[in-house]
């Protein structure tokens, strides 16, 4: 059975960093790409970053330059490096990953940017 579980997020003041990770499990975690999606009170969710199975990488333009998606096969995770957060990147962030035609969603962590 196919699970993704984040974590890491939080309460950070504007220009501060978090990390957070999603654990993957129950399917060749090398062979996908992963994704983080975020949602704002109110909005859309939305595609923040991505990494292929190669480990090509592509980000939201309003994160790029701040943020970076990395993942380790060895470890099954997939990790989201927020540098420089300002409270528009308040949200609850998503691991995601698409298998074929099954999608597939993490409970989702809170990240809070406020003073």
């Known amino acids: 059975q196919v699970h993704v579980v984040e974590s890491g997020g939080g309460l950070v003041q504007p220009g501060g960093s978090l990390r957070l990770s999603c654990a993957a499990s129950g399917f060749t975690f090398s062979s996908y790409a992963m994704s983080w999606y975020r949602q704002a009170p109110g909005k859309e969710r939305d595609l923040v970053a991505r990494i292929s199975s190669g480990g090509s990488t592509n980000y939201a333009d309003s994160v790029k330059g701040r943020f970076t998606i990395s993942r380790d096969n060895a470890k099954r995770t997939v990790s989201l490096q927020m540098n420089s957060l300002k409270p528009e990147d308040t949200a609850v962030y998503y691991c995601?990953?698409?298998?074929?035609?099954?999608?597939?969603w993490g409970q989702g962590t809170q990240v809070t940017v406020s003073s």
């Open positions: 995601y990953v698409r298998l074929y035609v099954s999608e597939y």
